[in-house]
């Protein structure tokens, strides 16, 4: 079982849904990180979190240190949000990624 | 800031041979990361560095080496390169553990 688990791997909305992605960990972890890789292949940074929740525009990502479990939320999806997005977590220097959810939105 | 510069961005290599993959970043960045990324699976490290002249195995090191001489560059090495080896490598760098990471675009290595 890998220790970072990613829900759904596939996902296809219209455009204006809210998205929803999941991720649960099965290790101790000082933070979780969200990124989002795009078709071209660039990975870019969108949130790192250690507890509650951040927003940045759209994009709102929760944890539940608890529960190990983090959600990543897009509100009015649109087509450029099509991407995939990855949850890592990490314990100082040991890094754990998931596989990734590959969100596609249509227009 | 060019953040973090990889090359080559494709490269066909042919078994047994040997090659250096660059990364180099300019936002003084204290650690240094090698991922590589397989069809389906997550990224999973190779090396890492916390400093100049400081490196660590990761979660696959086997058939690679890194060296960190300067802040700004963290070359990897394959030597005798196999078809296992064929990924995408993504070189990453952040000022702390506690900070965000910043990838460079990747490296897509074919090993025939």
């Known amino acids: 079982k890998n220790e970072v688990e990613q829900s759904p791997q596939n996902l296809t909305a219209q455009e204006g849904e809210f998205i929803t992605i999941n991720c649960s960990y099965s290790v101790g972890i000082s933070a979780l990180h969200w990124l989002q890789q795009h078709p071209g292949g660039g990975i870019v940074s969108l949130f790192m979190l250690s507890s509650g929740k951040k927003k940045h525009g759209r994009l709102i990502a929760t944890i539940n240190i608890q529960e190990k479990h983090s959600s990543l939320h897009i509100t009015a999806s649109h087509p450029r949000d099509s991407a995939v997005y990855i949850c890592?977590?990490?314990?100082?220097?040991?890094?754990?990624f998931g596989a990734g959810t590959r969100l596609t939105v249509k227009p | 800031n060019a953040g973090v510069t990889q090359t080559p961005k494709f490269h066909i290599l042919k078994i047994g041979q040997s090659m250096t993959l660059q990364c180099t970043q300019d936002?003084?960045?204290?650690?240094m990361y090698w991922y590589r990324q397989d069809p389906g699976m997550g990224l999973k490290l190779i090396y890492y560095?916390?400093?100049?002249?400081?490196?660590d195995k990761g979660e696959v090191p086997n058939g690679y080496n890194v060296s960190r001489s300067t802040t700004e560059d963290f070359p990897l090495r394959l030597e005798l390169a196999a078809p296992s080896q064929t990924s995408v490598y993504f070189c990453?760098?952040?000022?702390?553990?506690?900070?965000?990471?910043?990838f460079g675009s990747g490296t897509r290595l074919t090993v025939v």
């Open positions: 560095s916390v400093g100049a002249g400081i490196t």
């Open positions: 990453a760098s952040r000022w702390t553990w506690d900070y965000g990471y910043t």
């Open positions: 936002m003084n960045h204290n650690y």
């Open positions: 890592a977590v990490n314990n100082n220097n040991d890094m754990r």
